[in-house]
């Protein structure tokens, strides 16, 4: 029943990852492709984005893929926690946590999943039981750590560019800012 309970959780979380990721690779399901992935991206702050789309789309299509299929499946997870990682902390950011009001509800869930999948792997009906594919035990958690860690100093690194962006890109406003700021002091 146990591995019948992992196909199960591969089947639906691995398609409908694969499905969720060939919406901005390839524009099916009713998705944008490359270049509406790429604008929603930017409009994100991750710029430009371009790669950004193939990076989101392709571990989402693949990690969805390898779970789907139970092959190589800690990378499949680590692909799913990875993407689904970004998702949180980029577009669901700051928002309460239901998906009706934009949080990361769904995330989560995806995240849990991939992360269950890495711990217990896919069960034996999965073309790594056939194939005789099994990670060492340090190897899922030193991948979980690291995609955990990639994830934090991504996004960290990312809002330090950003708010350098910010800064460089309106020296004037920042400038005027600034003077305000000094006079409205001075006043007091």
Not at 84 to 90: I, T
Not at 176 to 185: S, V
Request: proline share 4%; hydrophobic share 45%.
């Amino acid at each position: 029943m146990r591995s019948l309970g992992l196909l199960i959780l591969r089947l639906v979380v691995g398609g409908l990852m694969a499905g969720h990721g060939s919406q901005k690779l390839f524009g099916w399901f009713g998705g944008y492709g490359i270049k509406g992935t790429s604008g929603w991206l930017e409009t994100l702050g991750l710029k430009p984005g371009k790669p950004w789309a193939y990076l989101a789309g392709g571990s989402e299509f693949g990690g969805g893929m390898l779970l789907l299929l139970g092959f190589l499946t800690p990378l499949g997870s680590f692909s799913v926690i990875g993407a689904m990682g970004m998702a949180w902390a980029k577009a669901h950011k700051g928002k309460p946590i239901w998906v009706t009001s934009g949080g990361a509800e769904l995330p989560l869930i995806n995240i849990a999943a991939g992360t269950a999948l890495a711990l217990t792997g896919p069960g034996k009906y999965s073309l790594d039981k056939v194939l005789g594919i099994k990670l060492p035990r340090w190897m899922v958690f030193t991948g979980l750590i690291g995609t955990g860690a990639a994830i934090f100093f991504s996004e960290q690194i990312h809002s330090r560019l950003q708010t350098a962006e910010e800064t460089t890109t309106r020296p004037e406003e920042s400038a005027a800012e600034l003077q305000a700021g000094k006079e409205a002091a001075h006043e007091v």
